[in-house]
């Protein structure tokens, strides 16, 4: 178990839709990375925040934004989806804001039909 | 561009025969490197950090070595508890983001 909770695991939506996907870090972890995975491209980042600010941002469509709050969990909000969303989203953090491993959740599995 | 090229994709053992898994990469400047394990339906979990060349990890039955250019993850004596898909990351130097960059994986099947 890594410590990082993620929720729903599942989610299954049509197309034009908006979902929020959820995401706890380990305790005392001040960093949150967001990653997407697909089978033609691997995990593929799409942004970083650390202590409730955004830090780095990657491969991150328009549509997609997210924020971490206060007590440190962070939320992936995805809209106007597409048949290519379909993914799964994974969640990671760690300790500090740059360097040292990062401890990954079991992810969301996105449907989009 | 910062990138990671795993080899080879997939990966057919029997148990107790011992390989050796690849990763090399190219990146402006080299934070660290990380292997993790992926189980069908489940997150990436995080085995190894290599922060510089001729630095050397071991756990149970993996080994992971670095070099400028590569790292490589040795198995040895698998067993078919080892059967996963290896991931291979390198954090990259420079400003303060840390996020990973990853490569395919390495599907590694081992049969009893």
């Known amino acids: 178990d890594s410590g990082v909770t993620q929720t729903p695991k599942h989610l299954i939506t049509a197309t034009g839709q908006r979902v929020t996907l959820r995401c706890s870090p380990r305790s005392g972890d001040l960093s949150v990375y967001w990653y997407q995975q697909s089978l033609d491209q691997g995990l593929q980042f799409l942004i970083q925040y650390y202590n409730g600010e955004e830090r780095a941002k990657g491969n991150i469509l328009e549509r997609f934004s997210a924020q971490q709050f206060p007590d440190l969990h962070s939320e992936l909000n995805l809209s106007s989806l597409e048949l290519g969303d379909s993914a799964l989203y994974f969640c990671a953090s760690s300790g500090s804001g740059g360097g040292g491993p990062q401890h990954f959740g079991d992810g969301t599995r996105l449907s989009i039909l | 561009e910062d990138q990671v090229t795993q080899s080879p994709e997939a990966l057919r053992l029997q148990e107790g025969e011992s390989s050796s898994l690849n990763c090399s990469y190219t990146v402006s400047g080299l934070r660290g490197l990380f292997w993790y394990r992926q189980d069908p339906g489940k997150g990436p979990e995080f085995l190894f950090t290599?922060?510089?060349a001729g630095e050397e990890k071991e756990k149970e039955r993996l080994k992971a070595t670095l070099t400028k250019k590569e790292s490589f993850l040795h198995i040895t004596a698998p067993k078919p508890e080892d059967s996963a898909t290896y991931l291979c990351?390198?954090?990259?130097?420079?400003?303060?983001?840390?996020?990973?960059?990853f490569g395919k994986g390495t599907k590694l099947s081992v049969k009893p």
């Open positions: 990351a390198v954090q990259a130097t420079g400003g303060s983001q840390g996020n990973l960059i």
């Open positions: 290599l922060y510089s």
